[in-house]
T-cell receptor, first 113, second 113 residues
């Protein structure tokens, strides 16, 4: 158990809908990262937050947004969902914002029908 | 463009034999290099990292990796493979002074008894 929790574990929804994925980092970790893992795209870095502020942005679509709250938990919002958004979404956390290893949560499997 | 390449989709090795999982990278500046392992239906787990210093890095579960700057490689190795090492292995790179992470496509390691 990495100490990172993600909810829900599974999510099934329809195209055009909006969903929110939630992540709680390990105790003491200030950075939260979001990743998308799909069969055709592999593991893609989406975005990083550090202590409530956006730190780095990767291949995140404009339909997607994230935030980190004062208690350091984070939410990833996915809107206007398309079939191609079906994937496993991972959250990871690390102590700081630089070179320390990340601890990954178990992931949320999103299925868009 | 910054990238990470894992040239082998799959590596097969017999238990007790040495294993190597290959990774090459292309980034501007000095890289931070990582190896992660993913077991079925689980999040990624950190194995080891190279930031600076000795080119041979030792990590979890008996794994090690060698940083080769001239060949821009960071191959993962283990002297004696175990069946329980069978999993999906990801190489990742983070650019110094930048915060984006790039993951390789992953290499499936099969260790046969």
């Amino acid at each position: 158990d990495s100490g990172v929790t993600q909810t829900p574990k599974h999510l099934i929804t329809a195209t055009g809908q909006r969903v929110t994925l939630r992540c709680s980092p390990r105790s003491g970790d200030l950075s939260v990262y979001w990743y998308q893992q799909s069969l055709d795209q592999g593991l893609q870095f989406l975005i990083q937050y550090y202590n409530g502020e956006e730190r780095a942005k990767g291949n995140i679509l404009e339909r997607f947004s994230a935030q980190q709250f004062p208690d350091l938990h984070s939410e990833l919002n996915l809107s206007s969902l398309e079939l191609g958004d079906s994937a496993l979404y991972f959250c990871a956390s690390s102590v700081d914002r630089t070179d320390n290893e990340q601890f990954f949560g178990p992931g949320t499997r999103l299925t868009v029908l | 463009a910054q990238s990470v390449a894992q040239p082998e989709d799959q590596v097969n090795v017999a238990e007790g034999n040495p294993l190597t999982v290959k990774c090459t990278y292309s980034v501007s500046g000095n890289p931070y290099l990582f190896w992660y392992v993913q077991y079925p239906n689980r999040g990624l787990q950190f194995l080891l990292k190279y930031i600076t210093g000795d080119n041979l890095v030792k990590g979890s579960y008996g794994f090690e990796a060698e940083f080769n700057k001239s060949q821009t490689s960071f191959h993962l190795k283990k002297p004696s493979a175990l069946v329980s090492d069978s999993a999906l292995y990801f190489c990742a790179v983070r650019e110094y002074n930048f915060n984006k992470f790039y993951f390789g496509s992953g290499t499936k390691l099969n260790v046969k008894p």
